[in-house]
């Protein structure tokens, strides 16, 4: 079947710390992959994807590569910034049922001055 | 563009009414889903469109819930009657057929229901 596994949070730390989010996933065949971004009281907004192995996505100096050996797809970002306080969700787009994406369960992350 | 486009933004109702939530898609893209966030379930999908059509229903809880979509550009999700347990954050999402492209959200439509 199709999951997608992420560390619970929340994720607590001070700013200019370096931030990453493990996700894993099990998928049938090769899926695209994302990570969504939802700020307190709004709905979840891409802030990368990745379609094949070894991509790397990236955006606002987040980044995370498409490892198909390992099956993971982790966020980093070197130096955070309090606005980055947000739940962050891993997702898959499912191959076995079109257009169904598969988010994981998101990972609160909280930055503090 | 102006983006996937929720209404209300807020419904506050008494168990037993009947709720309507709104949705309009991105202009162009021709598959839209519903989803439903809470603390304790998280982000459910409840039911996808493609070409105005119900694909997947599955994730809908039950005979209260009804979705329609009668044009490329407008959805509703009905909920009659409405519970406590049917409190949580509505969201609408839609993409284009180019099964790359990624979901996009509405803001949602947090519902209590009392």
């Known amino acids: 079947g199709n999951s997608v596994t992420q560390m619970e949070g929340p994720v607590t730390l001070s700013e200019e710390a370096f931030l990453t989010i493990n996700c894993t996933y099990t998928?049938?065949?090769?899926?695209?992959l994302f990570w969504y971004v939802q700020y307190p009281g709004e709905g979840l907004q891409l802030l990368l994807k990745a379609t094949k192995a070894d991509d790397k996505g990236s955006n606002k100096g987040f980044e995370a590569t498409y490892r198909k050996e390992t099956t993971s797809f982790h966020l980093e970002k070197g130096s955070v910034q309090v606005s980055d306080s947000a739940v962050y969700f891993c997702a898959l787009d499912r191959t076995d049922s079109w257009g169904k994406f598969q988010f994981g369960a998101g990972t609160q992350v909280v930055v503090t001055p | 563009d102006a983006g996937v486009i929720q209404s209300p933004r807020h419904e506050v109702t008494e168990m037993g009414q009947e709720v309507t939530l709104r949705c309009k898609p991105i202009?162009?893209?021709?598959?839209l889903f519903w989803y439903r966030q809470t603390m304790m379930r998280g982000l459910e999908l409840l039911i996808y469109f493609n070409n105005n059509v119900p694909i997947d229903d599955s994730g809908m809880p039950e005979d209260r819930f009804s979705a329609k979509m009668p044009n490329a550009s407008f959805s509703t999700l009905k909920i009659q009657p409405s519970e406590p347990r049917d409190s949580a954050v509505y969201f609408c999402a839609s993409r284009d057929s180019d099964m790359t492209g990624e979901l996009f959200f509405g803001e949602g439509s947090r519902l209590t229901v009392l």
């Open positions: 202009s162009g893209h021709n598959s």
């Open positions: 998928a049938t065949g090769y899926p695209s």
